[in-house]
């Protein structure tokens, strides 16, 4: 038995015990007895109490895996606690370790296919990286496009918290009026916090728990001039009136700017995608003229320098389209 068999063996072993795992794992996130039970009851629970909301966890303890063993020792690694906040900020309903066996498996199959097309060890290593990268990226693509659904949206919910206050309610009366009448996901948010407040937590701490959730200046801005004002005294209403109308021309200002730096962005993706574009196109026109490149030592040299300067451009280019405001 060869090197070369033995490893596809273990590699192909390796796939198969990983998607088995990650088989059985999205099972028992979505089809286990376990979790039907809870279905059962929470639909019990909800019969009859009007229009159906966004589903929310009930409890403080974050599930990380339906497994306890598992469970346990995920709740000990600090960066998968960071992992299960992103996925929490991104609204994503999976457990951490659905994630990471999806993660994993995709991986497997990138050194996988490299074993079987006869790759070199990096670049089924690089391979293997990006594919095993992908749930994470749409991971954050996801959250990236929920907090500016919230931003958007931000400017209204405390519009519709300023008039409620000058129509008498009182404060978490009026966040609950943005629970029940704002669309998602800031509804599902205010709803968090008025379930906490409704449980016993503090305003002040609600807010602050709202703030951690959402990590947006605006939401911030707004978590903390209700506390100070709480504490200080003044026209809620009317501060939150003033902070709307700030918001919301902000995020005006931030979508002007956006659309004058379009066409800086563009001129990025093109002068980023074009040589990758040419040496694919050259590749499969003339495979000898790139050869030397890759083979003679001065070439893969001159390789390592020009992805170096390219990495460099690239940088200096999104840097200066990255506009904050």
Not at 60 to 74: A, D, E
Not at 101 to 120: D, F, I, K, Q, R
Request: with cysteine.
């Amino acid at each position: 038995m060869n090197t070369s068999f033995a490893l596809f063996v273990a590699v192909g072993f390796v796939a198969v015990v990983l998607l088995i795992e990650g088989l059985y794992v999205y099972w028992s996130d979505t089809r286990s007895p376990e979790v039907r039970r809870m279905n059962e009851r929470l639909q019990s629970m909800t019969e009859g109490a009007g229009p159906a909301v966004a589903p929310r966890h009930l409890l403080k303890q974050r599930v990380l895996s339906h497994q306890p063993v598992l469970q346990r020792l995920l709740q000990r690694m600090p960066p998968v606690v960071q992992l299960d906040r992103l996925m929490l900020q991104a609204g994503s309903t999976q457990t951490v370790s659905r994630l990471l066996s999806m993660g994993a498996l995709a991986a497997v199959s990138g050194l996988l296919l490299g074993a079987l097309l006869g790759w070199s060890w990096p670049v089924q290593l690089g391979v293997s990286l990006a594919l095993g990268a992908v749930p994470l990226l749409r991971l954050l693509r996801q959250r990236a496009k929920r907090l500016r659904q919230l931003e958007a949206q931000l400017p209204e919910a405390m519009d519709l918290i300023s008039r409620a206050l000058r129509a008498g309610h009182a404060f978490p009366s009026a966040m609950g009026m943005v629970a029940s009448e704002a669309p998602e996901p800031i509804a599902g948010e205010f709803r968090i916090t008025t379930d906490e407040i409704a449980f016993g937590v503090s305003i002040d701490n609600a807010l602050n728990n709202l703030a951690s959730r959402v990590p947006n200046a605006d939401m911030r801005y707004f978590a903390m001039a209700v506390i100070i004002q709480r504490e200080t005294g003044g026209n809620l209403s009317e501060l939150l009136g003033k902070l709307a109308d700030l918001v919301r021309e902000r995020f005006l200002l931030f979508a002007k700017v956006r659309g004058l730096a379009a066409e800086g962005k563009l001129s990025a993706y093109i002068l980023t995608g074009l040589p990758f574009c040419v040496a694919v196109a050259i590749q499969f026109t003339n495979p000898e003229y790139l050869a030397a490149l890759f083979t003679d030592p001065a070439g893969i040299q001159v390789v390592y320098g020009a992805l170096a300067l390219m990495a460099t451009g690239i940088f200096v280019m999104w840097r200066v389209i990255d506009i904050k405001i």
